[in-house]
């Protein structure tokens, strides 16, 4: 699905498996293609490696994506028919699927609806969407204006950061009916479990969520009466 405008960086974040092996044959596989990047750094976890990537983006727009789950076809296309309208932000729900699962079927078509980033916010908290990382594309410069980056060293590390991403983007594309990302669930993950860290890590994140709403005058305060069961939902959606 690769174009000439479109940049793909793969982040090796220290892997010590075979990992960057299966990396450098896919890319090798694509022949002479320029605008794909294989970036390496020492073991930071998720949060840095995705600020490393960030950090060697060139693109106006920027979409994080996961090292375990699949784009369906057509999303390219899709995506870029929207990046040329010229929004601040792209928001889309993702289809979820299991390991052992097949990938769920997606619809050809698609539509969408123009919006604002605030109003992202208030459904962000009203619990309407979990806050996955890659549930949207944005300009990059809207991450440059808020001096953008993930939390080092922590879980859930969505939570900390989308709803800011949500706030400081304008003009919003709500995309509806196609859903351009497969998330896969796994179950073993560190975030699915429940730890000592996992547990501080939600409450920093309800903290920082509290202290923003009680700042922003755009948005009504009953949202922090939704904070606690906003997290919940999070972790285990």
């Known amino acids: 699905q690769l174009m000439d405008n479109v940049e793909l960086l793969v982040v090796d974040d220290g892997s010590?498996?075979?990992?960057?092996?299966?990396?450098?044959?896919?890319?090798?596989?694509?022949?002479?293609l320029k605008n794909i990047k294989l970036l390496h750094k020492e073991n930071g976890g998720l949060?840095?490696?995705?600020?490393?990537?960030?950090?060697?983006?060139?693109?106006?727009?920027?979409?994080?994506?996961?090292?375990?789950?699949?784009?369906?076809?057509?999303?390219?296309?899709?995506?870029?028919?929207?990046?040329?309208?010229?929004?601040?932000?792209?928001?889309?729900?993702?289809?979820?699927?299991?390991?052992?699962?097949?990938?769920?079927?997606?619809?050809?078509?698609y539509d969408f609806k123009w919006g604002k980033g605030i109003d992202l916010v208030k459904k962000l908290f009203k619990v309407k969407f979990p806050s996955y990382a890659v549930s949207y594309v944005v300009k990059k410069s809207v991450l440059e204006g808020i001096n953008f980056s993930f939390p080092f060293g922590k879980l859930y590390e969505d939570l900390f950061t989308t709803f800011r991403v949500f706030n400081g983007a304008d003009d919003i594309i709500d995309l509806h009916i196609f859903k351009p990302y497969y998330y896969r669930m796994n179950p073993a993950s560190i975030t699915a479990k429940v730890s000592t860290k996992s547990l501080i890590n939600r409450i920093e994140a309800a903290s920082t969520i509290k202290t923003f709403v009680e700042s922003n005058t755009e948005l009504p305060w009953d949202l922090i009466g939704h904070i606690v069961a906003y997290v919940q939902f999070d972790m285990f959606n």
């Open 16 to 32: 010590t498996d075979n990992s960057l092996m299966v990396a450098t044959k896919f890319i090798e596989s694509l022949g002479s």
């Open 47 to 109: 949060s840095d490696a995705r600020n490393f990537g960030l950090l060697n983006a060139s693109g106006t727009y920027v979409w994080f994506f996961d090292s375990d789950d699949v784009m369906p076809r057509n999303t390219i296309d899709i995506i870029m028919g929207l990046v040329n309208e010229s929004p601040d932000l792209i928001h889309f729900e993702v289809a979820k699927f299991d390991s052992d699962e097949r990938l769920p079927e997606q619809p050809l078509k």
